[in-house]
């Protein structure tokens, strides 16, 4: 395999692919306002008492569908969400949305041109969001529908370029009691407008200056998701007294601005200024530092029904490049809010610069990631040139599944992967990302599930060589002694590994690829006849990956409920000839069929003549590097005690687009002509005192760990003897307290070193005696030869649990602070739109200037995406 051309092939495709979710063209269609009845996502399909469809609802088919994960939609129609903050037949909505009607057509024909494109969707900068295909939106428990698309990071960061903010928030007397309430709210609904590409700090007021979080003083720190909560729990802690004195914060929120040139994104700058009023002389703090070019926007945000200081507040806001609004109540914070980014926007809009974004991982509602695409839209009108009129962004969801099944496992071998990383270094899809977690029974996503930093993950690139490179979207190849671990962490393995990597053109992601010395150089190809193969393809103990493309069913919506057995018996058999299918790894797959054949009727055999069978053997199965498995069953379902073993519930024990099967893995590493035992749910916790004079032990490393602070308690009878058999990969799990945990606090990210053991293979027998406290047993070890297994016989005449000293995971909450401030090697987006000249800086908010309406400007509606 050669590794630096296959790098290259796989970044190929991905572009490709991403390019043409991407490839759109801009189309001016002209319309004329009129009143219009629109299809409202909350009221389709509802009628009232007397069986009539209710205003804003009427009739909308839904049917599921396999490749929207099973929703019920429309794909012949899209559909209005409205947030219940903004009344859905204001004007300026009914009118966007009757301008908007025309991308229904782009929609539909995109996804006939492009089977594989998933949700298509246009948010409005007046809050409405058209999302294709149509569906029945489902409002929380309490009737509200919170999502509006100018808070989502697609919409935002299409929106503007990338910004430097400091959050100033006047903490004095004044602000006590409602007051706070909304200003926390505003620099809430700050930080959610902010992303990675974003950097930001927050000071609090009064006569003197604080930072909200004292760790990050004198600096701007990244704005991704880990550190906006952050932010937003201090903030929550902030209460008010003194006097407020706005001078001094603004000086020092200056000084941290001019001094980002290493930490910050060097684009646009501002400060927002939160504050009932402002009376102190605040003109000298401009004159010193910003006039007269104004790089810095100040936006000012007045709290409360008192106008008595709203003219000085106003005057800040509209002589430095700025927007003021009055906010008086919790319900005004997200409208106001949303004018800043408008503000930011107008360098890009009036220059018609449609720059195309791509964001971050996220997670969608059913908890898969997904990147998006996106791109500006605004009013070409000349008579509103100079105010920077966006009129929204549209954009489409990639799920980064469809991304990593263009890197397919076969060609990486058992341990090899294939991962895709940010401009700022960010894992968007890595097979060891780790996004969930289980909180009860439930699943949720981690609170910094979309900034987890490639060097948590590849914690071996010690001096971050390979990520330094990626993120500078470098080309190369990097060989690594890594320590890696398969079965959740538990059983580490020492792999010699070897890195390829490349960027993705015009994305601002890089590519990377590993192949491991011993099982990723090499690949095995055998010919049969399609006639021989199709013979043994089609035995009843043979199965293929699922999760793998043999054939590409999603592009052809009749193709969409095939398995892909199904999908390589009717391509090979010349049933479906326009399928596409991967040939290599067909040919591979029916060569394994053909050589593996053999072991259906040895297995059959074995099961006729009984010979092994009443040992207790139930299951007898094989896997090849092609994804083929054959299993046979010796007991039935009533007689079997592993039967999550090697099902599809088990992900661990089959062929996945992320991982080789568990067995296969640690088998690969096993010693010719020696049997690996491998126990799924091993539980050894009783053995853990004998660790010492077996294993040698490592030190592993968790960075996407959850922690809780618990109180335990354990009990429990201990037998008088006990003997055991037990792997030679043990649960490293099995070092920490077996008894039952209460749960005393949630969950939160933290990092944790934990042991893992490997087995000193130069052992064959041993026996000693163990002291515990006032108590000592015996026990003796020895090796059962040709396996991974060791017998033990313990005296187990006293309790030494007590006593272990491996009973806990280290983690160190003190590394959060150097964490989020720490700032990575990144690569900056090219783009940056922070000035234009003919920008109309006196729109500034109140009565500053004229109001326009956005229906005075949507006669001319830039709509967009045909694909090409």
């Known amino acids: 395999v050669d590794g630096t051309s296959l790098v290259q092939e796989f970044s190929d495709e991905i572009e490709k692919m991403l390019g043409s979710k991407m490839n759109v063209s801009l189309l001016d269609v002209f ?33 599921e569908n396999e490749h929207f994960n099973k929703l019920s939609v429309n794909t012949l129609m899209s559909d209005i969400q409205v947030p219940t903050n903004v009344y859905n037949k204001d004007p300026d909505i009914l009118n966007g949305v009757y301008m908007s009607e025309a991308l229904n057509d782009v929609f539909i024909s995109n996804f006939q041109k492009d089977p ?68 926390k709210h505003t620099i809430n609904t700050i930080l959610d407008t902010l992303g990675e590409n974003d950097f930001v700090n927050i000071i609090a007021y009064t006569d003197y200056v604080r930072y909200v979080e004292p760790c990050f003083k004198g600096t701007l720190v990244q704005a991704d998701l880990d550190n906006r909560e952050h932010f937003k729990l201090l903030v929550e802690e902030l209460q008010v007294k003194g006097e407020g004195k706005v001078k001094k914060a603004m000086k020092e929120s200056f000084r941290v601005l001019n001094e980002v040139s290493i930490n910050g994104s060097l684009c646009n700058q501002a400060i927002m200024l939160i504050t009932d009023g402002a009376m102190e002389d605040f003109q000298s703090v401009f004159e010193e530092f910003n006039w007269p070019d104004k790089k810095v926007r100040v936006f000012t945000y007045l709290i409360g029904r008192d106008m008595t200081f709203a003219e000085n507040v106003k005057w800040i806001a509209c002589n430095n490049k700025g927007y003021y609004t009055h906010i008086n109540t919790l319900a005004d914070v997200q409208e106001n809010v949303m004018e800043y980014l408008h503000v930011l926007s107008r360098p890009m809009v009036i220059n018609h610069d449609h720059d195309i974004i791509w964001t971050e991982a996220y997670m969608d509602s059913s908890l898969l990631l997904m990147t998006t695409v996106a791109m500006p839209v605004f009013s070409k009108k000349k008579e509103t040139l100079s105010h920077g009129i966006l009129l929204g962004v549209v954009g489409t969801d990639v799920p980064l599944l469809e991304v990593m099944m263009l890197a397919p496992r076969y060609k990486l071998g058992a341990h090899g992967y294939a991962f895709v990383i940010t401009n700022n270094g960010y894992i968007l899809a890595h097979p060891d990302l780790r996004p969930l977690y289980k909180d009860g029974k439930k699943l949720k996503p981690k609170p910094n599930y979309n900034s987890v930093d490639l060097s948590e993950a590849e914690w071996e690139d010690t001096e971050e060589i390979l990520r330094t490179a990626m993120v500078k979207g470098e080309t190369g190849t990097l060989t690594l002694d890594v320590k890696t671990t398969v079965d959740k962490g538990k059983r580490p393995l020492f792999l010699k590994n070897d890195y390829f990597y490349t960027t993705i053109n015009d994305t601002p992601f890089s590519f ?34 699922d999760g793998w493309t043999y054939c590409e069913t999603d592009i052809d919506p009749h193709h969409r409920k095939l398995t892909q057995f199904q999908a390589v018996l009717r391509y090979l058999t010349g049933k479906e000839p326009d399928l596409e299918c991967d040939e290599i790894l067909l040919q591979q797959t029916l060569f394994d069929a053909v050589v593996t054949a053999p072991l259906e009727a040895y297995w059959t055999a074995l099961m006729l003549t009984g010979d092994g069978v009443e040992d207790g053997v139930e299951t007898a199965f094989l ?28 992900k661990e024990n089959l062929f996945t687009v992320d991982h080789f099967p568990i067995w296969y893995r640690l088998a690969a590493e096993n010693k010719p002509g020696q049997f690996l035992y491998y126990v799924p749910d091993d539980d050894i916790n009783k053995s853990k005192h004998f660790y010492d004079y077996v294993f040698s032990l490592v030190a592993l490393y968790d960075y996407q760990a959850m922690c809780k602070n618990s109180h335990h308690h354990s009990s429990g009878a201990r037998p008088l003897l006990s003997v055991g058999v037990f792997s030679t990969n043990p649960h490293w799990s099995a070092v920490s307290n077996p008894h039952r945990q209460k749960k005393v606090e949630s969950m939160v990210p933290c990092n944790t070193e934990y042991p893992g053991f490997i087995y000193d293979t130069t052992i064959r027998e041993t026996n000693s005696i163990i002291k515990c406290g006032r108590c000592q047993k015996m026990f003796v070890l020895q090796q059962i030869m040709n396996s991974n297994l060791v017998m033990l016989v313990v005296q187990a005449d006293c309790d030494c649990s007590r006593h272990v000293g491996l009973n806990s995971f280290e983690h160190n909450a003190t590394v959060k602070c150097n964490r989020m401030k720490s700032q990575k090697i990144r690569r900056r987006p090219e783009s940056c739109h922070a000035y234009h000249p003919h920008e109309n800086a006196k729109d500034c908010g109140g009565a500053c200037e004229i109001s326009i309406s956005v229906a005075l400007f949507f006669i001319s509606l830039v709509t967009s995406l045909t694909l090409r």
């Open 623 to 650: 896997g090849t590097r092609s994804g083929l498995m054959r299993v046979t069953r010796y007991a039935g379902i009533e007689k079997r005690k592993g039967n999550k073993f090697l099902t599809k519930a088990d």
């Open 512 to 545: 990377g690829m590993v192949l491991t010395r011993g099982h990723g150089e090499y690949m095995f190809f055998g010919n049969v006849s399609v006639e021989e193969g199709l013979h043994d393809l089609q035995q009843p103990d043979l199965t293929i990956a």
């Open 116 to 183: 594989t494109l998933t949700w298509q969707y246009f948010g409005s900068s007046t809050g409405f969001f058209r999302l294709y295909p149509g569906i029945k939106w489902t409002p929380d428990s309490n009737g509200v529908v919170a999502f509006d698309c100018r808070n989502r990071n697609w919409y935002i960061q299409a929106a503007t370029s990338p910004k430097d903010i400091i959050i100033v928030v006047d903490v004095s007397g004044s602000m006590k009691g409602l007051k706070l309430t909304i200003a």
């Open 31 to 63: 319309f004329h306002f009129s009143q219009f009845d629109y299809f409202n996502s909350m009221l389709i399909n509802t009628m009232d008492e007397e069986g009539n469809y209710i205003e804003l609802g009427g009739e909308f088919p839904l049917e």
